[in-house]
């Protein structure tokens, strides 16, 4: 049977509210009445991003970016014609030459190993190396160098690359703004380095290789001039037979491929020659790491603003947390109970007035 005071003016019975369901009146008041717990939770939060921004030392970033110098045409032209004689020389390949390649390598211990046992100036410390800076403690002075490398591994060192321009930028973050930039200065000379010891190293084996081939292919050449000399001899009136005349062109064509391919070895080795000895640039610099003109941006007002709005949600969670220990009594309408909240919370201001009679 339907309850009297669930049956409105129109004579349809109202549903009732269950003890789960909870309507916006009572989410209202219970923001309302556990106003405090938020205000406490988001003023902790804010403070807690405050206190851990400001004792942080400031730091000084500076960055570089180059672009990897790709294959030279000449090393091209001869990997093809290594090609052809079905022999693959070392380092033909172009993926070195790839912003992906120098991205791993300037994160690699074969670089920054060479980079954390550097002395460095730095300004109130002298000349010092990385570890002494840092004030690394360690039981020996290989696992001093190891923590070094992490630091600039996990720390100081990061490396993008751009896909569509192909530069690789490496940016360089430490709490003195000369070691920020001698570090990255000390990445690209090192990156240099090994590219240029790499190239050079292609082109000794290359030289080898093609000094070689040049040798069979004087050879081969002299064989067939050879061939070429005996049959003139033996044929001196060659033009009037069509059959002489078939075997002179072949050999004179086998002649001039043999001396084509010679002349391309022979460039190529000097080539070579000039390459295993060149000292040039490998990387085309775009930004040269630059002096810090002053501390990283400690960004402490987005910190502030992200502390208030994560303690605004904790405290939200917090005052449902306390509120569903002590819930108002059951059948008590969350309009009601939304209004003596809200009527208790203008008591407390003097200037709202007071209580509402």
């Given at each position: ?93 172009s993926e070195e030459a790839s912003p992906a390649f120098y991205a791993e390598l300037l994160t690699s211990r074969e670089i920054l190993g060479r980079v954390a046992t550097v002395r460095y100036s730095v300004q109130g410390a002298g000349t010092i190396l ?39 930028t490496v940016t360089v973050k430490t709490e003195w703004a000369d070691l920020s930039q001698a570090i990255a200065e000390g990445l690209l000379a090192e990156v240099s380095r090994f590219h240029l010891d790499t190239r050079q190293s292609q082109a000794a ?153």
């Open positions: 049977m339907t309850d009297q005071s669930a049956i409105g003016a129109s004579g349809q019975a109202r549903p009732h509210t269950t003890d789960d369901e909870i309507s916006l009146w009572e989410v209202l008041a219970v923001l309302l009445r556990r106003r405090g717990t938020i205000l406490l939770s988001t003023v902790l939060v804010a403070a807690m991003a405050i206190k851990m921004t400001f004792p942080a030392p400031d730091t000084y970033t500076t960055s570089a970016r180059f672009r990897p110098q790709g294959s030279e045409a000449s090393n091209s032209q001869l990997m093809a014609l290594a090609s052809q004689f079905g022999v693959n020389v070392p380092g033909g390949g990385l570890k002494d800076l840092l004030e690394i403690e360690e039981d020996t002075e290989p696992l001093r160098d190891e923590e070094s490398i992490l630091w600039l591994q996990e720390q100081a060192v990061s490396v993008s690359t751009g896909r569509e321009t192909g530069t690789v084996t290359e030289r080898a290789f093609i000094a070689t081939r040049v040798e069979e292919g004087e050879r081969e050449l002299d064989e067939v001039e050879d061939m070429l000399r005996i049959f003139l001899e033996a044929n001196r009136q060659w033009e009037n037979s069509p059959l002489l005349r078939l075997q002179h062109d072949g050999l004179q064509r086998d002649v001039s491929l043999r001396q084509s391919v010679l002349t391309t070895l022979v460039q190529a080795y000097e080539q070579a020659r000039i390459t295993e000895v060149r000292d040039t640039p490998v990387l085309t610099v775009l930004q040269a790491p630059f002096f810090p003109p002053g501390p990283d941006d400690r960004r402490l007002l987005s910190r502030i603003a992200l502390g208030i709005v994560l303690g605004g949600m904790l405290g939200i969670v917090l005052a449902f947390l306390v509120e569903s220990f002590s819930r108002p009594v059951a059948g008590d309408p969350g309009r009601e109970d939304l209004q003596r909240t809200w009527d208790g919370f203008r008591s407390s201001i003097p200037f709202m007035g007071g209580r509402r009679g």
